[in-house]
């Protein structure tokens, strides 16, 4: 809704943080891209790196146009830098804002006692698919990122589709065995259309992380979840 705020943040944002960067001589620069944004639609799932980026809005845009800047500086200041391209990231003390926020959204709407919404495209009723990664897994790659991959772009996912509303059953079942949500009613989570510029699917190949950086998920989906959901609930 407001490409100049996104390019105002996103783009001169890292400008000055690559000027900076080059000021007080950082070793190494990691930039956090994202996975889904800047790849668009596929067909071919999981996404490659080496497939055509197709940024569909303001944001997505300045992710590459930023990756791009981070190439520059290599080549014209020695800046060091690894891109790390994150699927959609989950875990404790994440913040209830926007699709990123899922797993935090469903959770607390279940915890108190309200129906989430699925959002999705007529032909799609479970919703659209995306690629769930643990923070704790995100954590290594930025760990190893320090070391390996210099001037490399990275894709950090599980290679793994999963659907809303598969998401959503596995919260569900989760959060009944901690006593909430127990009525019918929530089997049958409400439904609302798909909005502008969702993708319908998006999962990450991660190859390229297993060789570069050594990097491959340690938690999936379930086990993320429940270790999630037990640190909010306790």
């Not at 709407?109 to 309200?114: D, I, P, S, T, V």
């Not at 999963?162 to 009944?176: D, F, K, S, V």
Request: aromatic share 10%; net charge negative.
């Amino acid at each position: 809704e407001d490409p100049a705020f996104d390019a105002d943040v996103n783009i001169m944002g890292l400008i000055n943080l690559l000027r900076n960067s080059c000021r007080y001589e950082t070793r190494k620069f990691i930039f956090i891209s994202s996975g889904g944004a800047i790849y668009g639609e596929k067909e071919n799932i999981p996404i490659s790196e080496t497939d055509q980026p197709l940024p569909l809005s303001p944001y997505a845009i300045t992710k590459l146009t930023s990756e791009n800047y981070l190439g520059f500086y290599k080549h014209q200041h020695n800046l060091d830098y690894t891109v790390l391209r994150y699927a959609n990231v989950y875990g404790p003390r994440q913040v209830p804002h926007a699709e990123a926020g899922v797993v935090s959204i469903f959770m607390n709407k279940l915890r108190n006692g309200e129906l989430p919404v699925i959002y999705h495209y007529p032909d799609e009723p479970d919703g659209m698919t995306r690629d769930y990664c643990y923070v704790g897994d995100i954590v290594r790659a930025n760990i190893l990122a320090l070391k390996k991959g210099s001037g490399d772009a990275v894709n950090i996912g599980t290679s793994r589709e999963t659907t809303t509303g598969e998401l959503y059953r596995t919260i569900l079942e989760i959060m009944r065995r901690h006593g909430y949500a127990r009525d019918a009613m929530f089997d049958t989570p409400q439904k609302g259309a798909a909005r502008s510029g969702d993708l319908r699917r998006s999962a990450l190949n991660i190859e390229r992380a297993k060789a570069i950086l050594g990097w491959q998920p340690e938690y999936d989906l379930k086990r993320g979840l429940e270790e999630t959901i037990l640190n909010e609930l306790t």
